[in-house]
């Protein structure tokens, strides 16, 4: 298992791509916890960084949203399929 948040700290880093990648793809949180076998809550609970996520799970998300776990971790802008930046 893997934990998002900060330890110790009041303020969870989250997985600040997913919101963002997951957006770009065009899916909701009910669509991409669907895909992976899991619920709403825990993908929203991921991108606030409020709970724990195995590797396996992280590595579905990856798959599902065509990314890698490092850009799941990063916050920088991603492309979309068509090579245009989100706005």
Same mark, same amino acid.
């Not at 065009?26 to 960084?49: D, F, H, M, W």
């Not at 998300?61 to 065509?66: E, M, R, T």
């Not at 799941?72 to 979309?80: P, Y």
């Given at each position: 298992?893997?934990?998002?948040?900060?330890?110790?700290?009041?303020?969870?880093?989250?997985?600040?791509?997913?919101?963002?990648?997951?957006?770009?793809?065009?899916?909701?949180?009910? #669509?991409?916890?669907? $895909? +992976? @076998?899991?619920?709403?809550?825990?993908?929203?609970?991921?991108?606030?960084? !409020?709970?724990?996520? =195995?590797? #396996?799970?992280?590595? $579905? +998300? @990856?798959?599902?949203?065509?990314?890698?776990?490092?850009?799941?971790?990063? !916050?920088?802008?991603? =492309?979309?399929?068509?090579?245009?930046?989100?706005?």
């Amino acid at each position: 298992w893997l934990r998002v948040s900060k330890p110790r700290s009041s303020s969870p880093i989250g997985l600040p791509g997913l919101h963002r990648i997951r957006i770009v793809r065009g899916l909701t949180q009910l #669509e991409l916890a669907q $895909a +992976i @076998g899991a619920t709403k809550q825990l993908i929203s609970r991921l991108e606030t960084g !409020s709970c724990d996520c =195995s590797v #396996e799970s992280l590595r $579905a +998300i @990856g798959k599902v949203l065509a990314c890698s776990l490092d850009q799941l971790f990063e !916050s920088a802008s991603i =492309s979309n399929s068509s090579g245009k930046k989100p706005k």
